[in-house]
């Protein structure tokens, strides 16, 4: 009897807050969907309603309507469907910063088009566009801005911002030409992107999808055409880690890196998965994990990615910058760490063109007394153009301890064509093929200051008049086994610099 009046009771106040519930088209409170009529007032209007009712769907019909920053509150889904079409103003006076903070480069950003802060179940779907018109609204810009681009962008909008918010759903919609990053999610929590679209470039820093400090994150069936990095996780402030994040089924396109975590990178990066996406004409790296203001980036796992025409397919680095993002929240931290990462079953065709003067496969460098730990790479395939010379392989690669980590900070030259790795201990690189479309004098693998190195079943291209190829300096403890060499080359493996307890097992 207690239990019936439990259940009917709960039954009557679920019923309540249906009966609150309310969807609502945004034409009915004024939004004229003629592409000229700014409708930021009736469109913020419907979401107002919207919540205060209870929660329900904000529904954008058929239409360009033109607006400013929207605010998504409380249980409210914008819903934009077939043909609908949300712009964003192109005067930059419409919209609102609700959370600033300093991004990678020290620029002030977080105006928005669409923002939601301290928000619970809120969601965008359907199957209209978002189009933030970056181009147009840049060129309006400039005409009253007249400092140097790289100190202007931050001041033009993402197209969303999602701040301190529990509950996120995005799926279904196309995000087009942001005129900064096209989506920004900070700090939230359960946090689901499916079958998104992206194409966002023609201005500066068009990132695709960035999360920023955002734990139990499922990201799946994304296809991202992107200016800048097409998905990157980034930590802007110390205060939460990018933690239990899932990524699979995405299709990736470049004007900079594919994947990436890093630059900003204060709070750690952890219990992250990402497989089974397929990354073509990225014009700076295809992998790129980057640890270089405090964070300790562990416990990542990437499998089952293809590369076609990506400039360096991967970069590691662990640095020293420390730079701070949130004034007045955050302070100086020290180096970070980077340790017990994964990654396997990468097949990749490295651009002819490369940032670096012939194209190298992979760079993995920490700085001195800062090892990259336990760093597995496994089944690797990367096929390279070729191209470099003797002198290449005996160039010196700056150490650059505090600088931007970028693929091009680290060269013109890089000394080894497949892996060069610096400042590293339990590095693994198991089942490791290497491609060459021209003769390279490089060797295909350099290791500086390496401690407990084991390399096993690579399979090594053919060169010509190679001083080496393997370059051991400094390294302490190292085992090779099972390597088919074709070719030849004066030393199989060079030991320079102390090396120590260096083992060699059934070479071919």
């Known amino acids: 009897?207690?239990?019936?009046?439990?259940?009917?009771?709960?039954?009557?106040?679920?019923?309540?807050?249906?009966?609150?519930?309310?969807?609502?088209?945004?034409?009915?409170?004024?939004?004229?969907?003629?592409?000229?009529?700014?409708?930021?007032?009736?469109?913020?209007?419907a979401i107002d309603y919207c919540s205060q009712s209870g929660g329900g769907k904000v529904?954008?019909?058929?239409?360009?309507?033109?607006?400013?920053?929207?605010?998504?509150?409380?249980?409210?889904?914008?819903?934009?469907?077939?043909?609908?079409?949300l712009l964003g103003s192109t005067d930059i006076e419409d919209y609102k910063n609700l959370d600033p903070f300093t991004e990678g480069l020290g620029n002030d950003v977080g105006w928005a088009l669409i923002v939601a802060v301290d928000a619970k179940n809120i969601a965008i779907e359907g199957s209209g566009v978002i189009d933030g018109q970056g181009s147009k609204l840049k060129a309006q810009h400039i005409l009253k801005d007249?400092?140097?681009?790289?100190?202007r962008w931050g001041r033009r909008p993402f197209l969303i911002r999602i701040v301190r918010c529990e509950g996120v759903e995005v799926s279904g919609i196309t995000l087009n030409y942001a005129a900064a990053w096209t989506s920004h999610y900070f700090q939230s929590r359960k946090i689901r992107i499916s079958k998104v679209k992206i194409v966002s470039h023609g201005v500066a820093h068009n990132d695709g999808i960035d999360i920023d400090g955002c734990q139990d994150v499922q990201i799946k069936d994304c296809d991202i055409e992107s200016g800048d990095d097409a998905l990157c996780f980034k930590t802007t402030s110390s205060k939460m880690a990018c933690r239990d994040i899932e990524v699979s089924g995405l299709?990736?396109?470049?004007?900079?890196?594919?994947?990436?975590?890093?630059?900003?990178?204060?709070?750690?990066?952890?219990?992250?998965?990402?497989?089974?996406?397929?990354?073509?004409?990225?014009?700076?790296?295809g992998i790129k994990l980057l640890s270089v203001d405090g964070a300790h980036l562990r416990n990542v796992e990437i499998a089952d990615i293809t590369m076609m025409e990506v400039k360096t397919p991967i970069l590691i680095r662990l640095g020293s910058r420390r730079s701070v993002f949130r004034k007045g929240q955050d302070s100086q931290q020290e180096?970070?760490?980077?340790?017990?990462?994964?990654?396997?079953?990468?097949?990749?065709?490295?651009?002819?063109?490369?940032?670096l003067k012939s194209p190298s496969g992979i760079l993995i460098t920490g700085v001195p007394g800062h090892y990259i730990k336990n760093l597995r790479l496994q089944d690797i395939e990367i096929s390279l153009a070729g191209g470099g010379t003797v002198e290449h392989?005996?160039?010196?690669?700056?150490e650059a301890i505090d600088q931007y980590p970028e693929v091009k900070t680290f060269g013109p030259v890089v000394p080894a064509y497949g892996i060069w790795a610096r400042h590293v201990e339990g590095l693994k690189l198991i089942n490791i093929t290497f491609k060459l479309s021209g003769n390279d004098q490089r060797p295909a693998l350099v290791c500086e200051d390496g401690k407990n190195i084991t390399l096993k079943g690579w399979n090594i291209p053919e060169t010509k008049n190679a001083e080496s190829v393997i370059r051991l300096e400094q390294v302490n403890g190292a085992l090779i086994s099972e390597t088919k060499l074709n070719g030849v080359a004066r030393n199989f493996v060079q030991t320079e610099k102390e090396c120590r307890d260096i083992k060699i097992l059934d070479h071919l």
Do not use: H, W
Request: some cysteine; overall charge positive; proline content about 3%.
């Open 1 to 45: 009897m207690i239990f019936k009046r439990i259940l009917l009771i709960t039954l009557s106040i679920l019923g309540v807050f249906k009966s609150f519930a309310a969807d609502v088209s945004i034409v009915t409170q004024g939004a004229v969907g003629d592409g000229l009529t700014l409708n930021t007032v009736a469109i913020q209007k």
């Open 59 to 85: 529904i954008f019909p058929a239409g360009n309507f033109l607006s400013g920053t929207l605010v998504l509150k409380d249980n409210v889904k914008l819903y934009l469907e077939s043909n609908s079409i």
């Open 146 to 151: 007249t400092r140097p681009e790289g100190q």
């Open 251 to 285: 299709r990736l396109k470049s004007n900079q890196g594919a994947i990436k975590m890093g630059t900003e990178s204060m709070a750690p990066f952890e219990n992250i998965k990402i497989n089974n996406c397929y990354i073509y004409n990225t014009l700076n790296g």
């Open 335 to 355: 180096t970070g760490t980077l340790e017990n990462i994964v990654i396997r079953n990468v097949k990749a065709k490295a651009a002819e063109v490369s940032q």
């Open 393 to 398: 392989s005996r160039q010196v690669v700056p």
